[in-house]
């Protein structure tokens, strides 16, 4: 129950596209979702992160869609570049849980020219 | 942008041998984790810091885990008699309150031989 699916495992999407990251979680106590960013060799940096009172959120080329009744949720990335090519977790935690991150498996997305 | 160091960067140690991974967390943070990636997959929660004592901790923190809080600035995570399967990435995070998002370091590459 405390696991948090996501998909697609790897993802390859031409410059200019747009990516496409699924998540779906059980635990109904989750009230904070925030989507990681990973490159190789660094720690996973915090991109956008939405709470379940709300169902979608913006920030530049970054949208976080969320379904609260069907308990997914979705990142989608705009007109996606080169440097975007890193690795994507979603995520879940809860405040009565001292914040713990469930991360998901992690999508490896590559960007190409 | 103040953010969470972790030393050293690459340990390799011998089986059965203790080590000690060190974080230094953002300083006016009140809440401190462990969270551990093996090679190619999901990022997993290790342990929970709060008001000098462990607030939660997963199943893969057994007896041969310590946290430690040991002055105002340092983290560290002991593992007292080291394994094969400990060797991962181990990520150390911070976080302002329950309301903030957790940031993390970069890591320590853990390489047991």
């Known amino acids: 129950q405390q696991q948090v699916k996501q998909s697609p495992q790897s993802l390859i999407v031409q410059k200019g596209g747009i990516s496409i990251i699924n998540c779906a979680y059980e635990?109904?106590?989750?009230?904070?979702f925030p989507w990681y960013q990973q490159f190789p060799g660094k720690g996973p940096a915090l991109l956008i992160a939405?709470?379940?009172?709300?169902s979608e959120k913006k920030e530049g080329r970054f949208t976080i869609s969320f379904n609260k009744s069907a308990k997914q949720f979705s990142l989608h990335i705009m007109d996606s570049q080169p440097g975007d090519s890193a690795t994507y977790f979603c995520?879940?935690?809860?405040?009565?849980?001292?914040?713990?991150?469930?991360f998901g498996t992690g999508t490896k997305l590559q960007v190409i020219p | 942008e103040p953010e969470v160091t972790q030393t050293p960067s690459h340990q390799v140690t011998q089986m059965g041998q203790e080590v000690i991974l060190r974080c230094v967390p953002i300083s006016n943070h009140l809440y401190f984790y462990w969270y551990r990636q093996i090679l190619g997959q999901k990022v997993e929660f290790l342990v929970s810091?709060?008001?000098?004592?462990?607030?939660?901790k997963s199943e893969i923190f057994d007896d041969q885990f310590s946290v430690e809080r040991p002055d105002g600035s340092n983290f560290t995570l002991k593992i007292r008699s080291t394994k094969l399967e400990d060797s991962a990435m181990y990520f150390c995070?911070?976080?302002?309150?329950?309301?903030?998002?957790?940031?993390f370091g970069d890591g320590t590459r853990l390489s047991i031989l």
């Open positions: 995520a879940a935690s809860y405040s009565g849980g001292y914040q713990k991150v469930t």
């Open positions: 810091f709060y008001n000098n004592e462990i607030s939660e």
């Open positions: 939405i709470r379940p009172d709300v």
């Open positions: 635990n109904t106590a989750f009230d904070y």
């Open positions: 995070a911070s976080g302002r309150d329950l309301e903030q998002p957790q940031h």
